[in-house]
């Protein structure tokens, strides 16, 4: 679970970097790498697909394992489960805002460098796509701090279920 996590935070942090390299290079075209400026938009954004991804995956997977969890532990509250479900209402929305306004950034920017529209469609989203971004990624920290606590006390109350002495 942890190295999902961390995997994730390096990710995003990767991407944070990247959304600076793409507004740099709409501004200032400073040739980055020695790649087309198109091809390292790209790049960027699947870096942050990635790690978009890996969120999903993560909050789903824990999701699944809670409720495997419960069903075979029939004695465990189904609170946890709703919790998580709770969790993933708060998490999704932003999450996926931020994703949508990366991809459309990426997208405008390869037009305008193309000469097919306006740079102020750029500018927009990518305004759009920084603040998102940032939104996302504290409310992605926070639901993955209430995730990891859930799990501890739900497996902390299976092992007070298991230790108390019937007789």
Known sequence: MFF????N??????????L????LNHYFSLGIFGIGIIKLD???SLIYL????????????????IKEFIQANPETDHKFHKESIAIKRILYPPTMMATLLFVAMVIFDGGWHMGQM??????????????YFF???IIQHQCFRKNTLLILEMTKTKAKINSVDPA
Do not use: D, Q
């Open 4 to 7: 999902f996590m961390i995997l």
């Open 9 to 18: 935070y390096i990710l995003l942090f990767l991407s944070a970097i990247g």
């Open 20 to 23: 600076a390299i793409i507004g």
């Open 42 to 44: 790209i790049f960027i």
């Open 50 to 65: 990635a790690g978009e991804t890996l969120v999903m995956f993560f909050f789903v997977g824990t999701g699944v394992s």
């Open 118 to 131: 306006n740079r102020w469609w750029f500018h927009g989203f990518y305004f759009g796509t920084v603040y």
């Open 135 to 137: 939104k996302s990624l």
